[in-house]
């Protein structure tokens, strides 16, 4: 069956010759402390990165859900599998079932294997300590591959011991929904309490810079990763498409009868608020708080906050890892124009995406009542330029705009710092040369670039790659406590974390109270839960774009059919206009096809076809 696989060579899990590794067996691996290390090792390629933004790395480790969920767009074919569609029997980016179980197992072996060994000369010694942070630590990547299965498939067999491969008996039913969060919360606890683990990646509160971190380990979990982990299952547990609001759900049940989801539990949110809290409180004491870049006179600098925050380690990063497609030529070549040596022009930023950015003074640009103009031209102080240099001549859709969006999108006419020019997305300028090596909706990603990575020489900047960061537990506490209670004291707690995202960010703040339309620091919210909700939801879109949550958001929401990015057309800017006249104006790009089964991805047909006991999703059999 799918959940018996046999023991890969040593030398995948090693890298060891295939010499030594024919002649290894587990008794022999788990009596070095070099192969254990190695083995222990390996257990951290069950982590995703999503700066591998695209189809660089098409898995399902990757950051393909950026463009999966309509924020990205890409050259040539595209997302075709949001355009054709798939199959249970051609379902994309499936290595995280079959992937995962196989490092859940591998860990769940070095769990019962692993040993202090070695004297006090031996270069790869492990003591007892070692030990015992390891095995936290390999506890906390089993929880945290079943929340990844989770995210996608909802819930999923658990394999709570060690399986003989032998066993052709071995037939997993799913867990249901419960099931699968109390095992994850209760590893997670497990690990928390076991006081194995650091308790922060901040190891010198008196340090500035580098120095302040322990970098070295940047990808091995602490306790504020641990919480981090176990407030995010409990968000996902509580959101619709896992509690109850995704009604062909509630009719899947195993082969038994036993049905695996339940209708909505209100004290799930409560259960997230909590575990929100806990993380918070452990990050304050951790000395964890928002990026912000501050001016000589103590005032917030958003321009400088909100790029700086992408460009080195700081105390926002809760989790992160050194596995970044930032650190060398794959996105930087993906987001500079062909004309840049060996750039590729392939990743644009959707219509919809620049749509979503609020206007400087907070509002959306469909309020009436906002700066937003779709026609005439305009210099625009773009604060990515160095020294803030004044774009000439830009379409008024991209002035006054928030410092994110300034940060997140290359546009017609923005500066490109290392050609020394404008970016010029024309038909036939330099930019566009009308084939796939030229953004095909008018945009390219600038987020997480830096203006001096050069591809020609290969000068790159070190770069880490978010996991969590403190602005998206911050969103997440305020969807929590909205959700949770519907008062007007809890829609203000919510608020007040929505504003400290929103200040950092340099536009207006939200209140529940009455405020004139003009008011230069406040804009009203109506005392109600679906307001708030909204005005999460929005801020979320905008902070935590093309950082890879987006896909999970939307679906955990169940707003999929309301959002036309995903339904139907795509627009963007006109790439086949010579000139002004014709490039502005608002042109299908592409057209994509989303279907209700997609809600959870589908498990495989010849893994459906190996277990008996293994039901499928909705509307995928």
């Given at each position: 069956c799918f959940l018996t696989l046999a023991l890969t060579g040593c030398s995948d899990y090693l890298d060891v010759s295939d010499e030594v590794a024919e002649n290894l067996t587990l008794d022999?691996?788990?009596d070095n402390p070099n192969y254990m290390r190695r083995w222990h090792g390996n257990l951290f390629n069950s982590i995703s990165e999503y700066s591998s933004i695209g189809k660089n790395k098409a898995n399902g480790f990757s950051g393909v859900w950026v463009s999966m969920c309509g924020e990205t767009t890409l050259s040539g074919v595209g997302m075709s599998e949001m355009i054709s569609g798939f199959t249970s029997a051609n379902a994309p980016f499936q290595q995280r079932w079959k992937d995962l179980y196989q490092y859940i197992r591998d860990a769940n072996i070095f769990l019962e294997r692993v040993n202090p060994k070695g004297n006090i000369n031996d270069q790869y010694q492990l003591t007892e300590a070692d030990v015992k942070r390891m095995k936290a630590e390999a506890k906390y990547l089993i929880a945290y591959s079943y929340f990844s299965l989770f995210e996608l498939y909802g819930p999923v067999p658990i394999l709570d011991e060690l399986a003989d491969p032998e066993d052709k008996g071995l037939d997993y039913a799913r867990a249901s929904v419960d099931e699968t969060v109390e095992y994850i919360d209760n590893l997670l606890k497990e690990v928390i309490e076991s006081g194995d683990l650091p308790e922060s990646i901040i190891q010198n509160h008196s340090a500035t810079g580098n120095d302040r971190y322990n970098l070295n380990e940047i990808v091995r979990p602490t306790v504020t990763a641990a919480k981090a982990l176990r407030a995010k299952l409990w968000v996902y547990a509580a959101s619709p498409l896992f509690n109850g609001g995704y009604k062909e759900s509630l009719d899947v049940a195993?082969?038994?009868?036993?049905?695996?989801?339940?209708?909505?539990?209100?004290?799930r949110w409560i259960t997230a608020k909590s575990r929100l809290e806990d993380l918070l409180n452990n990050a304050e004491q951790n000395k964890h708080t928002l990026f912000t870049v501050y001016n000589t006179d103590g005032s917030i600098n958003p321009d400088e906050s909100v790029y700086q925050l992408f460009q080195n380690y700081n105390d926002e990063i809760l989790w992160a890892t050194g596995d970044n497609l930032w650190n060398g030529s794959t996105m930087e070549q993906n987001t500079n124009p062909r004309d840049c040596y060996t750039g590729w022009g392939y990743l644009g930023v959707s219509q919809d995406l620049v749509d979503a950015f609020f206007v400087k003074d907070g509002l959306t640009i469909d309020d009436p009542g906002s700066l937003y103009k779709e026609d005439g031209f305009t210099d625009v102080?773009?604060?990515?330029?160095?020294?803030?240099?004044?774009?000439?001549?830009?379409f008024n859709m991209y002035a006054n705009r928030e410092p994110r969006f300034y940060t997140t999108v290359?546009?017609?006419?923005s500066w490109y710092a290392l050609a020394g020019r404008k970016y010029e997305f024309f038909k036939n300028q330099k930019d566009n040369d009308y084939t796939h090596d030229a953004p095909q909706n008018g945009y390219l990603v600038r987020k997480k670039v830096y203006p001096q990575d050069n591809p020609k020489n290969g000068s790159y900047k070190w770069r880490q790659m978010f996991l969590y960061r403190l602005s998206a537990s911050f969103l997440d506490y305020a969807e929590a406590i909205n959700e949770a209670y519907d008062n007007k004291v809890s829609r203000e707690e919510a608020l007040k974390y929505?504003?400290?995202v929103r200040e950092r960010a340099g536009v207006r703040q939200y209140t529940?109270?009455?405020v004139s339309l003009d008011d230069p620091k406040y804009i009203h919210v109506d005392?109600?839960?679906?307001?708030?909700r909204e005005v999460v939801r929005m801020e979320r879109r905008v902070e935590l774009c093309c950082e890879g949550s987006r896909w999970s958001d939307i679906r955990r929401w169940r707003i999929v059919e309301s959002l036309p990015e995903m339904c139907g057309d795509d627009y963007g800017m006109n790439y086949g206009g010579t000139n002004s006249n014709e490039f502005y104006k608002?042109?299908?790009?592409?057209?994509?096809?989303?279907?209700?089964?997609?809600y959870w991805m589908p498990v495989y047909f010849e893994e459906i076809n190996k277990n008996p006991n293994l039901v499928q999703a909705p509307f995928w059999n």
């Open positions: 022999e691996v788990f195993n082969t038994d009868g036993k049905k695996i989801f339940a209708s909505y539990n209100a004290n102080v773009n604060p990515c330029n160095e020294n803030k240099r004044v774009d000439t001549n830009v290359s546009y017609n006419g929505v504003n400290k529940l109270n009455t005392d109600n839960q679906l307001a708030v608002r042109t299908v790009f592409q057209t994509r096809v989303w279907k209700r089964a997609m």
